[in-house]
Protein backbone atom coordinates (compact mmCIF):
# COMPACT_ATOMS: atom_id res chain seq x y z
CA UNK A 1 0.00 0.00 0.00
CA UNK A 2 2.90 2.59 0.78
CA UNK A 3 2.78 5.69 1.48
CA UNK A 4 0.36 9.00 0.23
CA UNK A 5 0.34 12.31 1.28
CA UNK A 6 -2.62 14.54 0.33
CA UNK A 7 -1.05 18.41 0.33
CA UNK A 8 -3.34 21.31 -0.21
CA UNK A 9 -6.22 20.22 0.61
CA UNK A 10 -9.18 22.91 1.05
CA UNK A 11 -10.75 21.26 3.87
CA UNK A 12 -9.94 18.16 5.79
CA UNK A 13 -13.02 17.30 7.28
CA UNK A 14 -13.83 15.73 10.56
CA UNK A 15 -10.14 15.87 11.94
CA UNK A 16 -9.04 15.54 15.25
CA UNK A 17 -8.31 13.30 18.23
CA UNK A 18 -10.89 13.81 20.77
CA UNK A 19 -13.47 13.21 18.18
CA UNK A 20 -16.60 11.75 20.43
CA UNK A 21 -18.09 7.94 19.05
CA UNK A 22 -21.37 9.65 18.53
CA UNK A 23 -22.55 13.36 18.14
CA UNK A 24 -25.79 14.15 19.26
CA UNK A 25 -28.38 16.95 19.55
CA UNK A 26 -26.84 20.47 19.37
CA UNK A 27 -23.33 18.49 18.98
CA UNK A 28 -24.08 17.51 15.39
CA UNK A 29 -23.92 20.71 14.10
CA UNK A 30 -19.97 20.45 15.28
CA UNK A 31 -17.83 19.70 12.19
CA UNK A 32 -14.39 20.08 12.58
CA UNK A 33 -12.60 21.28 9.42
CA UNK A 34 -9.35 22.42 9.37
CA UNK A 35 -8.68 24.68 6.19
CA UNK A 36 -5.53 24.53 3.65
CA UNK A 37 -4.41 21.32 5.74
CA UNK A 38 -2.12 18.06 4.64
CA UNK A 39 -2.95 14.14 5.09
CA UNK A 40 -0.24 11.57 5.12
CA UNK A 41 -1.72 7.98 5.37
CA UNK A 42 0.98 5.13 5.76
CA UNK A 43 0.01 1.02 4.75
CA UNK A 44 -3.90 2.31 5.14
CA UNK A 45 -3.39 4.48 8.37
CA UNK A 46 -3.34 7.76 9.23
CA UNK A 47 -0.33 8.88 10.61
CA UNK A 48 0.21 12.82 10.19
CA UNK A 49 -2.43 15.54 9.48
CA UNK A 50 -2.87 19.05 10.32
CA UNK A 51 -2.48 22.69 8.64
CA UNK A 52 0.18 23.46 5.80
CA UNK A 53 1.78 26.24 7.67
CA UNK A 54 2.92 22.68 10.59
CA UNK A 55 3.30 20.54 7.90
CA UNK A 56 7.28 19.51 8.35
CA UNK A 57 7.72 18.11 5.19
CA UNK A 58 8.72 14.85 3.88
CA UNK A 59 11.85 13.29 5.18
CA UNK A 60 11.58 9.86 3.31
CA UNK A 61 10.21 10.02 -0.17
CA UNK A 62 10.70 6.81 -1.48
CA UNK A 63 7.64 5.09 -2.92
CA UNK A 64 5.75 7.95 -1.39
CA UNK A 65 2.46 9.02 -3.65
CA UNK A 66 1.85 13.01 -3.86
CA UNK A 67 -1.69 14.13 -4.17
CA UNK A 68 -2.66 17.77 -4.89
CA UNK A 69 -5.77 18.38 -3.29
CA UNK A 70 -6.20 22.22 -4.01
CA UNK A 71 -9.76 22.92 -4.16
CA UNK A 72 -10.58 19.64 -3.13
CA UNK A 73 -12.37 18.75 0.60
CA UNK A 74 -11.01 15.36 2.18
CA UNK A 75 -13.25 13.36 4.66
CA UNK A 76 -13.72 10.77 6.15
CA UNK A 77 -15.33 7.95 3.48
CA UNK A 78 -19.02 7.50 4.61
CA UNK A 79 -20.56 4.36 6.77
CA UNK A 80 -23.63 2.25 5.51
CA UNK A 81 -25.36 1.07 8.13
CA UNK A 82 -27.83 -0.36 6.40
CA UNK A 83 -27.94 -2.10 3.47
CA UNK A 84 -30.10 -5.28 1.58
CA UNK A 85 -27.04 -5.39 -0.99
CA UNK A 86 -27.76 -9.07 -1.74
CA UNK A 87 -30.59 -9.37 -3.83
CA UNK A 88 -31.47 -11.78 -6.86
CA UNK A 89 -33.26 -8.94 -8.91
CA UNK A 90 -34.93 -5.46 -9.63
CA UNK A 91 -38.52 -5.13 -9.14
CA UNK A 92 -39.69 -2.07 -11.37
CA UNK A 93 -42.87 -3.34 -11.86
CA UNK A 94 -44.04 -2.81 -8.37
CA UNK A 95 -42.42 0.97 -8.93
CA UNK A 96 -45.14 1.31 -12.14
CA UNK A 97 -48.16 -0.07 -10.00
CA UNK A 98 -47.35 2.96 -6.98
CA UNK A 99 -46.93 5.23 -10.17
CA UNK A 100 -50.62 3.94 -10.82
CA UNK A 101 -51.80 4.77 -7.26
CA UNK A 102 -51.02 1.12 -5.72
CA UNK A 103 -48.94 1.54 -2.07
CA UNK A 104 -45.99 -0.28 -0.79
CA UNK A 105 -48.01 -1.96 1.62
CA UNK A 106 -50.97 -2.72 -0.57
CA UNK A 107 -48.40 -4.33 -3.03
CA UNK A 108 -47.06 -6.33 -0.50
CA UNK A 109 -50.20 -7.51 0.26
CA UNK A 110 -51.11 -8.56 -3.32
CA UNK A 111 -47.67 -11.22 -3.27
CA UNK A 112 -45.02 -8.56 -4.10
CA UNK A 113 -42.69 -6.98 -1.58
CA UNK A 114 -40.51 -9.07 0.04
CA UNK A 115 -41.87 -12.38 -1.25
CA UNK A 116 -41.26 -11.35 -4.39
CA UNK A 117 -37.65 -10.90 -3.72
CA UNK A 118 -37.72 -13.92 -2.12
CA UNK A 119 -39.02 -16.01 -4.86
CA UNK A 120 -36.65 -14.69 -7.45
CA UNK A 121 -33.80 -15.09 -5.07
CA UNK A 122 -34.37 -18.89 -4.78
CA UNK A 123 -34.10 -19.16 -8.69
CA UNK A 124 -30.61 -17.85 -8.22
CA UNK A 125 -27.20 -20.02 -7.06
CA UNK A 126 -24.82 -18.53 -4.84
CA UNK A 127 -22.34 -17.68 -7.10
CA UNK A 128 -24.94 -15.68 -9.45
CA UNK A 129 -25.70 -14.00 -6.22
CA UNK A 130 -22.18 -12.87 -5.43
CA UNK A 131 -21.36 -11.78 -8.76
CA UNK A 132 -24.27 -9.26 -8.74
CA UNK A 133 -23.83 -8.11 -5.61
CA UNK A 134 -20.02 -7.52 -5.87
CA UNK A 135 -20.63 -5.33 -8.63
CA UNK A 136 -23.08 -3.15 -6.96
CA UNK A 137 -20.52 -3.37 -4.14
CA UNK A 138 -17.73 -1.84 -6.36
CA UNK A 139 -20.03 0.91 -7.84
CA UNK A 140 -21.32 2.48 -3.93
CA UNK A 141 -17.62 2.03 -3.00
CA UNK A 142 -16.86 4.97 -5.68
CA UNK A 143 -19.69 6.73 -4.55
CA UNK A 144 -17.71 7.42 -1.06
CA UNK A 145 -19.07 4.19 0.48
CA UNK A 146 -15.91 3.07 2.93
CA UNK A 147 -17.89 0.50 5.29
CA UNK A 148 -20.96 -1.24 4.55
CA UNK A 149 -23.85 -3.55 6.46
CA UNK A 150 -25.67 -6.15 4.66
CA UNK A 151 -29.07 -8.08 5.56
CA UNK A 152 -30.09 -12.08 4.57
CA UNK A 153 -33.72 -11.87 4.39
CA UNK A 154 -34.72 -12.69 0.50
CA UNK A 155 -34.17 -16.06 1.38
CA UNK A 156 -36.84 -16.93 3.67
CA UNK A 157 -35.44 -20.99 4.28
CA UNK A 158 -33.16 -22.25 6.20
CA UNK A 159 -31.07 -23.12 2.84
CA UNK A 160 -32.02 -19.51 1.07
CA UNK A 161 -31.02 -17.70 3.92
CA UNK A 162 -27.56 -19.47 4.50
CA UNK A 163 -26.76 -19.13 0.98
CA UNK A 164 -27.46 -14.93 1.23
CA UNK A 165 -24.85 -15.02 4.44
CA UNK A 166 -22.09 -17.41 2.21
CA UNK A 167 -22.16 -14.44 -0.25
CA UNK A 168 -21.81 -12.34 2.21
CA UNK A 169 -19.10 -13.47 4.06
CA UNK A 170 -17.89 -14.16 0.65
CA UNK A 171 -17.90 -10.24 0.21
CA UNK A 172 -15.85 -9.85 3.39
CA UNK A 173 -13.33 -11.25 1.64
CA UNK A 174 -13.05 -9.52 -1.22
CA UNK A 175 -14.68 -6.17 -0.41
CA UNK A 176 -11.25 -4.11 0.70
CA UNK A 177 -13.86 -2.23 3.02
CA UNK A 178 -15.23 -3.58 6.29
CA UNK A 179 -18.41 -5.66 5.67
CA UNK A 180 -21.27 -6.66 8.63
CA UNK A 181 -23.86 -9.64 7.70
CA UNK A 182 -26.90 -8.99 9.47
CA UNK A 183 -29.21 -12.19 9.63
CA UNK A 184 -32.97 -10.70 9.00
CA UNK A 185 -34.47 -14.31 8.24
CA UNK A 186 -37.54 -12.53 10.25
CA UNK A 187 -38.20 -10.23 7.08
CA UNK A 188 -41.97 -11.25 5.93
CA UNK A 189 -43.53 -14.68 6.77
CA UNK A 190 -43.60 -17.03 4.19
CA UNK A 191 -46.97 -17.50 2.10
CA UNK A 192 -46.80 -21.34 3.27
CA UNK A 193 -46.62 -19.82 6.68
CA UNK A 194 -49.26 -17.59 6.15
CA UNK A 195 -51.87 -19.64 8.40
CA UNK A 196 -48.56 -20.87 10.46
CA UNK A 197 -46.51 -18.35 11.89
CA UNK A 198 -45.33 -20.14 14.99
CA UNK A 199 -43.90 -22.60 12.66
CA UNK A 200 -42.21 -20.10 10.93
CA UNK A 201 -40.61 -18.88 13.97
CA UNK A 202 -39.73 -22.12 15.03
CA UNK A 203 -37.95 -22.61 11.93
CA UNK A 204 -35.83 -19.03 12.71
CA UNK A 205 -35.28 -20.01 16.31
CA UNK A 206 -34.45 -23.82 16.52
CA UNK A 207 -32.87 -24.07 12.92
CA UNK A 208 -31.36 -20.84 11.05
CA UNK A 209 -30.06 -19.20 13.95
CA UNK A 210 -28.24 -22.25 15.52
CA UNK A 211 -27.27 -23.11 12.12
CA UNK A 212 -25.71 -19.75 11.41
CA UNK A 213 -24.13 -18.79 14.67
CA UNK A 214 -22.08 -22.93 13.90
CA UNK A 215 -20.49 -21.15 10.82
CA UNK A 216 -20.26 -17.78 12.20
CA UNK A 217 -22.18 -15.96 9.60
CA UNK A 218 -23.89 -13.02 11.79
CA UNK A 219 -22.63 -10.31 13.45
CA UNK A 220 -26.46 -8.60 14.29
CA UNK A 221 -29.56 -10.00 14.56
CA UNK A 222 -32.79 -8.09 12.68
CA UNK A 223 -36.34 -8.43 12.42
CA UNK A 224 -38.90 -6.41 10.20
CA UNK A 225 -41.25 -5.33 13.22
CA UNK A 226 -44.32 -4.04 11.94
CA UNK A 227 -48.41 -4.28 11.36
CA UNK A 228 -48.63 -7.64 8.66
CA UNK A 229 -45.17 -8.58 9.35
CA UNK A 230 -43.82 -9.53 12.88
CA UNK A 231 -45.29 -8.41 16.19
CA UNK A 232 -43.48 -6.68 19.38
CA UNK A 233 -43.78 -9.87 21.21
CA UNK A 234 -42.07 -11.72 18.05
CA UNK A 235 -39.73 -9.72 17.43
CA UNK A 236 -38.77 -9.87 21.13
CA UNK A 237 -38.35 -14.09 20.82
CA UNK A 238 -36.80 -13.94 17.94
CA UNK A 239 -33.70 -11.00 19.37
CA UNK A 240 -33.40 -13.08 22.29
CA UNK A 241 -32.68 -16.37 20.78
CA UNK A 242 -30.25 -14.65 18.19
CA UNK A 243 -28.60 -12.89 21.74
CA UNK A 244 -27.95 -16.22 22.90
CA UNK A 245 -25.62 -16.77 19.99
CA UNK A 246 -23.95 -13.63 20.51
CA UNK A 247 -25.70 -11.70 17.64
CA UNK A 248 -26.33 -8.36 18.63
CA UNK A 249 -29.82 -6.95 17.79
CA UNK A 250 -30.53 -3.93 15.22
CA UNK A 251 -33.79 -3.86 13.88
CA UNK A 252 -36.38 -2.69 11.11
CA UNK A 253 -39.41 -0.63 13.20
CA UNK A 254 -41.83 2.43 12.89
CA UNK A 255 -41.86 2.39 9.27
CA UNK A 256 -45.46 2.95 9.10
CA UNK A 257 -47.01 2.55 12.00
CA UNK A 258 -45.95 2.64 15.82
CA UNK A 259 -46.10 -0.51 17.89
CA UNK A 260 -43.76 -0.33 20.56
CA UNK A 261 -41.09 -1.69 19.00
CA UNK A 262 -38.62 0.43 20.06
CA UNK A 263 -38.82 0.48 23.22
CA UNK A 264 -39.00 -3.46 23.36
CA UNK A 265 -35.41 -3.17 20.81
CA UNK A 266 -33.93 -0.75 23.42
CA UNK A 267 -34.69 -2.65 26.59
CA UNK A 268 -33.23 -6.01 24.35
CA UNK A 269 -29.52 -4.13 23.72
CA UNK A 270 -30.19 -3.04 20.16
CA UNK A 271 -27.17 -1.37 18.44
CA UNK A 272 -29.72 1.06 16.10
CA UNK A 273 -33.43 1.72 15.47
CA UNK A 274 -34.33 1.55 11.43
CA UNK A 275 -36.58 3.48 10.05
CA UNK A 276 -38.55 5.50 12.23
CA UNK A 277 -40.75 7.43 9.97
CA UNK A 278 -43.68 7.06 12.74
CA UNK A 279 -42.20 8.21 15.98
CA UNK A 280 -44.13 8.97 19.57
CA UNK A 281 -42.63 11.46 21.95
CA UNK A 282 -42.57 7.86 24.35
CA UNK A 283 -39.99 6.59 21.94
CA UNK A 284 -38.03 9.48 21.71
CA UNK A 285 -37.95 9.80 25.62
CA UNK A 286 -36.55 5.94 25.35
CA UNK A 287 -33.88 6.77 22.99
CA UNK A 288 -32.67 9.64 25.08
CA UNK A 289 -31.87 7.30 27.59
CA UNK A 290 -30.34 4.72 25.84
CA UNK A 291 -26.85 4.17 23.87
CA UNK A 292 -29.05 2.84 20.80
CA UNK A 293 -28.46 5.15 17.76
CA UNK A 294 -31.40 6.07 15.14
CA UNK A 295 -31.09 5.48 12.12
CA UNK A 296 -33.05 7.38 9.30
CA UNK A 297 -33.08 6.12 5.42
CA UNK A 298 -34.18 8.95 3.29
CA UNK A 299 -34.21 7.30 0.11
CA UNK A 300 -36.45 4.78 0.99
CA UNK A 301 -39.10 7.85 2.21
CA UNK A 302 -38.23 9.26 -1.48
CA UNK A 303 -38.59 6.34 -3.46
CA UNK A 304 -42.35 4.58 -2.14
CA UNK A 305 -43.53 8.28 -1.23
CA UNK A 306 -43.91 7.77 2.75
CA UNK A 307 -43.47 10.53 5.48
CA UNK A 308 -39.56 11.30 5.93
CA UNK A 309 -38.46 10.33 9.57
CA UNK A 310 -38.92 14.09 11.60
CA UNK A 311 -35.14 14.07 11.76
CA UNK A 312 -35.22 17.95 13.64
CA UNK A 313 -37.72 16.55 16.23
CA UNK A 314 -35.00 14.14 17.44
CA UNK A 315 -32.31 15.98 17.23
CA UNK A 316 -33.44 18.70 18.24
CA UNK A 317 -34.22 16.59 21.41
CA UNK A 318 -30.96 15.71 22.04
CA UNK A 319 -30.65 12.40 20.50
CA UNK A 320 -28.09 11.09 17.56
CA UNK A 321 -28.81 9.75 14.35
CA UNK A 322 -27.36 8.40 11.82
CA UNK A 323 -28.52 8.13 8.09
CA UNK A 324 -27.76 5.11 6.18
CA UNK A 325 -29.24 4.12 2.39
CA UNK A 326 -31.71 0.91 2.85
CA UNK A 327 -30.15 0.20 -0.36
CA UNK A 328 -32.75 -2.65 -1.66
CA UNK A 329 -34.66 -3.91 -4.67
CA UNK A 330 -38.24 -2.33 -2.95
CA UNK A 331 -37.90 0.47 -1.13
CA UNK A 332 -34.18 2.09 -2.13
CA UNK A 333 -33.03 0.99 -5.36
CA UNK A 334 -29.56 2.63 -4.85
CA UNK A 335 -27.26 2.79 -2.18
CA UNK A 336 -25.13 5.89 -3.19
CA UNK A 337 -25.04 8.01 -0.22
CA UNK A 338 -24.80 11.05 -1.55
CA UNK A 339 -28.55 10.96 -2.52
CA UNK A 340 -28.80 9.90 1.13
CA UNK A 341 -27.24 13.12 1.84
CA UNK A 342 -28.75 15.50 -0.44
CA UNK A 343 -32.20 13.84 1.19
CA UNK A 344 -31.58 14.91 4.90
CA UNK A 345 -30.76 18.45 3.78
CA UNK A 346 -33.49 19.05 1.18
CA UNK A 347 -36.24 16.57 3.08
CA UNK A 348 -35.66 16.38 6.72
CA UNK A 349 -34.14 19.85 6.66
CA UNK A 350 -30.54 18.47 8.58
CA UNK A 351 -27.75 20.84 7.89
CA UNK A 352 -24.85 19.95 6.02
CA UNK A 353 -23.10 19.35 9.26
CA UNK A 354 -25.49 17.05 10.43
CA UNK A 355 -25.84 15.02 7.73
CA UNK A 356 -22.00 14.60 7.42
CA UNK A 357 -21.45 13.09 10.90
CA UNK A 358 -24.55 11.03 10.53
CA UNK A 359 -23.11 9.67 7.86
CA UNK A 360 -19.56 9.45 9.28
CA UNK A 361 -18.86 9.24 12.98
CA UNK A 362 -22.58 8.29 13.85
CA UNK A 363 -23.05 5.84 11.43
CA UNK A 364 -19.63 4.17 12.26
CA UNK A 365 -21.13 3.59 15.86
CA UNK A 366 -24.07 2.32 14.04
CA UNK A 367 -22.06 -0.53 12.29
CA UNK A 368 -19.48 -1.14 16.01
CA UNK A 369 -16.44 0.59 13.88
CA UNK A 370 -16.19 3.56 16.11
CA UNK A 371 -12.22 2.43 16.51
CA UNK A 372 -11.33 2.40 12.75
CA UNK A 373 -14.38 4.63 10.98
CA UNK A 374 -15.68 7.67 10.88
CA UNK A 375 -13.23 10.36 11.25
CA UNK A 376 -9.69 11.71 10.46
CA UNK A 377 -7.59 10.43 13.50
CA UNK A 378 -4.29 9.15 14.02
CA UNK A 379 -4.00 5.44 13.46
CA UNK A 380 -7.81 4.76 12.22
CA UNK A 381 -7.77 3.05 8.72
CA UNK A 382 -10.94 4.02 7.15
CA UNK A 383 -10.60 5.06 3.65
CA UNK A 384 -10.94 8.69 2.69
CA UNK A 385 -12.69 10.60 -0.09
CA UNK A 386 -11.44 13.59 -1.88
CA UNK A 387 -13.84 15.74 -3.26
CA UNK A 388 -13.95 17.00 -7.17
CA UNK A 389 -13.07 21.24 -6.79
CA UNK A 390 -16.23 22.19 -5.05
CA UNK A 391 -17.18 25.90 -3.60
CA UNK A 392 -17.97 24.80 -0.07
CA UNK A 393 -18.75 21.45 1.66
CA UNK A 394 -22.50 22.67 1.64
CA UNK A 395 -22.26 22.24 -2.19
CA UNK A 396 -21.98 18.33 -1.75
CA UNK A 397 -25.55 18.24 -0.61
CA UNK A 398 -26.51 20.91 -2.37
CA UNK A 399 -25.78 19.51 -5.77
CA UNK A 400 -28.09 16.92 -5.55
CA UNK A 401 -28.11 13.72 -8.18
CA UNK A 402 -24.46 14.80 -8.75
CA UNK A 403 -21.47 12.59 -7.13
CA UNK A 404 -19.06 15.28 -6.41
CA UNK A 405 -16.12 12.44 -5.58
CA UNK A 406 -12.87 12.24 -7.37
CA UNK A 407 -11.50 9.76 -5.50
CA UNK A 408 -11.80 7.11 -2.81
CA UNK A 409 -8.11 6.07 -1.31
O1 LIG B 1 -36.00 -1.62 4.76
N1 LIG B 1 -38.99 -2.63 5.29
C1 LIG B 1 -38.43 -3.71 5.21
N2 LIG B 1 -37.41 -4.04 4.44
C2 LIG B 1 -36.93 -3.24 3.36
C3 LIG B 1 -37.71 -3.37 2.13
C4 LIG B 1 -37.64 -4.73 1.60
C5 LIG B 1 -38.23 -4.92 0.23
O2 LIG B 1 -39.24 -4.33 -0.14
O3 LIG B 1 -37.63 -5.72 -0.49
C6 LIG B 1 -36.75 -1.80 3.82
O4 LIG B 1 -37.32 -0.86 3.28
FE1 LIG C 1 -34.15 -2.09 5.28
Redo the contacts with the bound molecule.
Keep these: MGKVLIKNIKGLVQAGENIPNVRKGAGMQDLPIIENAFLAIEDGIIVEYGSMEEWGGIVDWRGIEIIDAEGKYVLPAFCDS ?1 T ?1 LVFAKSREEEFVDRIHGLSYEEIALRGGGILNSARRLNEKTEDELFRDALKRLELVKSYGTGAIEIKSGYGLTVEAELKMLRVIKRLKEVAGIPVKATFLGAHAFPAEYKENKRGYINLIINEMIPQIAKENLADYIDVFCERNYFSVEEMEEILVAGKKYGMKPKV ?1 VNQFSILGGIQKAIELGALSV ?1 HLEEISDEDIEALKNSDCIATLLPSCSHFISIPFADARKMIDAGLPVALAS ?1 F ?1 PGTTPTGNLNVVLSLACIKMKMTPEEAINALTINAAYAMDLSETHGSISLGKSGKVIITKEIPSLAYLPYAFGDVNIERVL
Excluded: E
Design positions: HHHDDN
